[in-house]
């Protein structure tokens, strides 16, 4: 049910200066809103620029290089040890590899 206020009642100065100071608030927090992030942006920009970033990606990349060719060493020792092994040692070798597939063909059936 809607309730009818006769036009009589309103105070229209009252509304206008309520809409006035509702009008300031709203430009007061637009120009906060934009003077804030106007500030982030320009704290974003400085750090990307600065010089940090770059210099921090840099040292991540040498240590992913180094970290790379340790590895390829690692790997390539294993290699050459298991070879060595199975030079010398083939039946056993082959023996070894049969239960390796056993377990595994086990392990995967479950």
């Known amino acids: 049910m809607a309730h009818r206020v006769d036009p009589k009642d309103i105070d229209l100065e009252y509304l206008r200066n309520e809409f006035k100071r509702f009008r300031s608030d709203i430009v007061g927090v637009k120009d906060k809103l934009s003077g804030n992030a106007s500030d982030a942006l320009d704290q974003i920009s400085g750090y990307l620029n600065g010089g940090n970033l770059s210099s921090r990606i840099s040292s991540i990349e040498a240590e992913l290089e180094t970290l790379a060719s340790k590895v390829k060493g690692y790997s390539k020792e294993g290699v050459n040890r ?5 030079a010398e040692r083939p039946i056993a070798s082959v023996a070894i590899a049969f239960g390796v ?5 086990q392990f995967f059936r479950r």
Not at 101 to 105: E, R, T, V, W
């Open 101 to 105: 597939g056993l377990l595994a063909a």
């Open 82 to 86: 298991l070879e060595g092994t199975v």
